[in-house]
């Protein structure tokens, strides 16, 4: 088992920065790929971007490139998203997620793990 636990979401100005946090535990952590996503009021929960855990490497939906960061501390076992320049569409529920295997990214089904959620608010 492996459990998520996000943290940092709250209420921000637009224009304004956010980090947040994912932080992993169990005895069985060793993820393919850590990803978030994030879930308005009334959407789907969709993918935001995602970093393989071994190499680094980072992928981004286009809605969100230039604008969020991921990054990972293996040592920790916590990855981060950084968000920049945010907007009032950026409202929503984010969440982390765990994948065992490569592929098929940016669907939910693809992750075995899922967090809690932390809720960003962002006003206009």
């Known amino acids: 088992q492996v459990q998520l636990v996000e943290s940092g979401g709250g209420l921000v100005q637009a224009g304004g920065s956010l980090t947040l946090s994912c932080a992993a535990s169990g005895r069985t952590f060793s993820p393919y790929a850590m990803a978030w996503f994030r879930q308005a009021p009334g959407k789907e929960r969709e993918f935001v971007g995602g970093?393989?855990?071994?190499?680094?490497?980072?992928y981004y939906a286009d809605s969100v490139k230039g604008r969020f960061t991921i990054s990972r501390d293996n040592t920790k076992n916590t990855v981060y998203l950084q968000i920049d320049s945010l907007k009032p569409e950026d409202t929503a529920v984010y969440y982390c997620?765990?994948?065992?295997?490569?592929?098929?990214?940016?669907?939910?089904?693809?992750?075995?793990?899922w967090g809690q959620g932390t809720q960003v608010t962002v006003s206009s």
């Open positions: 997620a765990y994948k065992s295997w490569s592929g098929s990214d940016y669907y939910t089904y693809a992750y075995d793990y």
């Open positions: 970093i393989t855990w071994s190499g680094g490497r980072t």
